[in-house]
């Protein structure tokens, strides 16, 4: 991306690019009495990637629920300039029966796509995130991870600008935490993604800032510096499909009879490019992916 021009007539234009999202000052909510987020003052921009940590009960979720509006605050002053928000609960709901691919149709009806563009976006994020195959499973048959990520792309399917998650990562195996980690790495880019998190995989690889609830209390905010993870689409043709099934990538997808299109992180593409050439095949491009 070329640098924006500031001049003064500019400023306008790319105002956009420093708004702030959510501004909450001396922000309180009570439940039932009970006070479960205190003189909460933050503001968040557009873009950032923000982890909520703490400890269980601390009032992460809360937070989450404040700044997504599911929480109205009881005192102090909020302001929120975003309405479209995809939120990805904790817990997705167990008793529903809908086959993966119904129940997704259906939330994305709620949308104003047309149906053809919305069953091109369910299959294109049910290829991202690796569930193609269960698209007619029932919902209640599928893994917790599966789940998860049928959770997190029917957020997805109304192109939130701000997408919230509420703990994505719990209750998945370590190699699901990994697979859904490098997912949504893969598809941040220029979203505002909040999640509250308890484990440093998602916060090292997504979160650019980091806040730290105590009691109900924002006790520290942190800019997380260093860059994040950047992905490499490397095209290459290769003498037989075989050999490409144990390449540590993070994705790959089989293009016609001969070519591949495989994603690796960029500090393994040196890796999985020796490996392609050794096992004789021809790189046709590569592009970074973000
Ligand atoms: N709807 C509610 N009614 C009553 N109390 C609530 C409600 N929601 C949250 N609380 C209380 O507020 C506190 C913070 O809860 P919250 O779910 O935000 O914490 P958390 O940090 O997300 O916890 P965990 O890590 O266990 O998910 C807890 O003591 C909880 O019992």
New binding site residues.
């Given amino acids: 991306m070329s640098l924006p021009n500031f001049s003064k007539k500019n400023v306008g234009r790319w105002k956009w690019l420093f708004m702030n999202i959510f501004e909450a000052n001396q922000a309180c909510k009570q ?2 009495g ?1 006070m ?1 987020l205190k003189e909460v003052s933050l503001s968040i921009s557009k873009g950032e990637k923000v982890a909520i940590t ?10 989450l629920k404040l700044i997504g509006g599911i929480y109205e605050e009881t005192a102090g002053k909020v302001k929120r300039f975003q309405n479209n928000i995809g939120y990805v609960p ?1 817990h997705f709901p167990e008793s529903i029966r809908f086959k993966l691919q119904d129940y997704l149709i259906l939330m994305g009806k709620m949308t104003n796509k047309s149906d053809e563009e919305m069953f091109k976006r369910i299959a294109n994020y049910a290829e991202l995130f690796s569930i193609t195959e269960f698209l007619t499973t029932p919902l209640n048959h599928c893994s917790k991870g599966t789940k998860q990520k049928a959770g997190i792309i029917q957020a997805l399917l109304k192109n939130p600008d701000l997408l919230l998650l ?2 994505p990562l719990t209750g998945l195996d370590d190699k699901a935490k990994i697979e859904l980690t490098n997912q949504l790495s893969l598809l941040s880019g220029d979203k505002t993604i909040i999640f ?1 998190a ?1 484990e440093p995989l998602l916060i090292e690889r997504i979160a650019n800032r980091v806040l730290t ?1 105590e009691s ?1 209390r924002i006790v520290s905010d942190s800019t997380v510096k260093g860059n994040k993870e950047k992905f490499i689409c490397i095209r290459a043709k290769i003498p037989a499909r075989e050999i490409i099934e144990d390449i540590p990538s993070i994705k790959y997808k089989v293009i016609g009879m001969n070519s591949v299109e495989i994603i690796v992180s960029t500090k393994e593409s040196d890796k999985v490019l020796a490996i392609l050439l050794n096992r004789g095949c021809s790189i046709l491009e590569l592009t970074e992916k973000r």
Avoid: R
């Fill in positions: 439940i039932d009970i479960i703490g400890n269980n009960g601390s009032g992460k979720s809360s937070l904790e509420d703990e509250t308890h609830v109900g």
